[in-house]
């Protein structure tokens, strides 16, 4: 039987992203009141990382001992994929040794021909096209402040990118209206944008964008591999910093959203980031909940 893979929040449906959402913060009160949950005892995760992380790898880490099994960091500078041994060959030996595994590289395709090659599941945690993992703890996020996304408007502002393109996939699976404002040059990619049977629609400035919104959502100006681009990308965003104006054109009740990690002055204020309307800890907190939901969900 063919294992069942995350690469993207595609892969799932609206009612198992609505499950996923419940049974994180379930898990969440959970290990609040120190409820033992260990049914992935002697089960291991491996964990390919071509990308730093901070939360992606603590979160996955954290989660499997939570729920009673292991995880193996594995990354380029210290194994044979780091020199060369082709990607499937790569899969095809860590998923003979471990029950799932979750990859953070760069092409998208790469993580594809990983996971066709895998016996086991794979896991996004991370490409230049996507960030499913991320979609599941901001939702997450959202139901627990403010209950169903349904009918809300979010506000995309700043790069067209990874986190966006599972932004749109998010707004189909759970019918919100998604706004966008990225600069020339930045905006998402069509083809992600056109696959989505959501109401998303692109603005030109980031007032615009976030005028009655529910959420406003941004990330860095350069996300990683893109560092030789900083310079260009610094002076095309300048005026794509969520402000504390900015939110002011949001609903009064509006919240805010990075995945972090975040550039305080660059693409957010300090004022806004460390204000009253940022949930950015609790989202970087759900990372480990909604994931834990993920793990019990694809090995099931
Ligand atoms: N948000 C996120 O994925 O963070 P890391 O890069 O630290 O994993
Ligand atoms: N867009 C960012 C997200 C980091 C979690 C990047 O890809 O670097």
Redesign the pocket.
Known sequence: MKPRHFLTLRDITSDEYRNLIQRAIELKAMLRACKPHAPLQYKTLGMVFEK??????LSFEVGMIQLGGQAVFLSPRDTQLGRGEPIEDTARVISRMVDIIMVRTYEHEKLERFASHSNVPVINA?TDLY?PC?LLADMQTFFEHRGDIKGKTVAWIGDGNNMCHSYMNAADLLGFRLNIAAPEGYLPNPDVMHAADADIQLYDTPEEAAKGVDLVVTDVWSSMGQEDEAFDRKLAFKDYCVSENLMAKAKPDAIFMH???AHRSEEVDAAVIDGKQSVVWDEAENRLHSQKALLEMLMA
């Open positions: 730093s992380s901070t939360r992606t790898r991370l960030h991320q995945c972090l990690p």
